[in-house]
């Protein structure tokens, strides 16, 4: 028997496991160093916070939260994220459904054109969009980010639901037609409670994307305290806290904590939404 044999996925899993590891340890240090005071982070590694006798202190997230902006721009960014993730999605799905099982002219040529504008930069739009904005009267409040945030993200999620929708079985939607029900009623009653899967990974990436963007805020809400997201306000700490970067460290855990709890409550969703519809049959 040869040795590849007899170790089988031996040397598979301890890379996983090494892989793993070594992305682990720096989000460790992070999380560690968030609770140490600024003496003990500049006299010892953050390893030996882990070993009797501990010395941690919530000081650096109250600090944070209460004379660095964070908490309201925590606030901002639920208020930026939650209508960017949800008003997408459901515009998607009303779209992807009718690329899928819906008759019109140049559906296909429509969705073409829909699956080439993943390749464009979002970059070249921020000019003219800035502008039409500025004329509105709409540079620098929620409605102009939750739109722009609405069309940078349709295209995929129109792309990926459309997919999984088109995988769905062609019986179910005879059925429900002989069972006499409408376009609305198989849309809400068939498709959406088969697609959670396909929804709640769209769910991830969009939210996570919305979450983390800089650009897109940093443009069409500029830098206003009172509109600023994390990403805003965390690109300012790093300049105005370089002195007290355990402070730092605080506000990327309080800005990385809420996409890891989605991440983790959706991730049972997040292999089977992505692989279905890749492929039919």
Same mark, same amino acid.
Request: glycine content about 4%.
């Given at each position: 028997m040869s +040795?590849? &044999? &007899?170790?089988g996925p031996l040397p598979v899993h301890v890379a996983i496991v090494a892989l793993v590891l070594l992305w682990t340890i720096p989000t460790l240090a992070t999380i560690v160093n968030s609770f140490r005071p600024p003496i003990a982070i500049a006299?010892?590694?953050?390893?030996?916070?882990? +070993? !009797? !006798?501990?010395?941690? @202190?919530?000081?650096?997230?109250q600090r944070v939260l %209460? @004379?660095?902006?964070?908490? !309201?721009?925590?606030?901002?960014? =639920?208020?930026i994220t939650i209508p960017a993730t949800l008003v997408p999605i459901a515009v998607a799905a009303f779209a992807a459904y009718a690329f899928a099982w819906?008759?019109?002219?140049? &559906?296909n040529t429509l969705f073409l054109f829909l699956v080439g504008l993943l390749?464009?930069?979002?970059?070249? %739009?921020l000019v003219p969009v800035l502008q039409v904005y500025t004329s509105l009267g709409l540079n620098g409040t929620?409605? *102009?980010?939750?739109?722009a945030h609405t069309g940078y993200g349709l295209p995929f999620a129109i792309y990926l639901l459309r997919n999984f929708f088109g995988a769905l !079985?062609?019986?179910?939607?005879?059925?429900?037609?002989?069972?006499? *029900?409408g376009t609305l009623t198989t849309f809400f009653r068939l498709?959406?409670?088969?697609? +959670?899967? *396909?929804? *709640?990974? =769209?769910?991830?990436?969009?939210?996570?994307w919305v979450w983390n963007d800089l650009l897109v805020a940093l443009i069409y809400l500029g830098g206003t305290q009172d509109v600023a997201p994390m990403t805003v306000t965390m690109s300012g700490l790093v300049n105005s806290l370089g002195q007290d970067w355990q402070r730092l460290t605080a506000a990327a855990f309080i800005s990385a904590f809420l996409p890891l709890v989605v991440f983790i409550g959706l991730q049972r969703y997040f292999t089977s939404g992505i692989l279905a519809g890749s492929v039919k049959g």
């Open positions: +040795v590849s &044999r &007899r170790l006299s010892s590694g953050w390893w030996t916070a882990l +070993v !009797p !006798p501990f010395n941690f @202190t919530i000081d650096n997230y %209460t @004379t660095n902006n964070m908490g !309201p721009s925590f606030l901002n960014s =639920l208020t819906m008759s019109f002219p140049f &559906r390749v464009v930069p979002l970059q070249i %739009t929620f409605p *102009a980010i939750w739109l !079985p062609k019986e179910l939607f005879e059925a429900s037609a002989l069972d006499g *029900a498709v959406l409670p088969l697609s +959670v899967p *396909a929804l *709640a990974s =769209l769910a991830i990436f969009q939210f996570l």
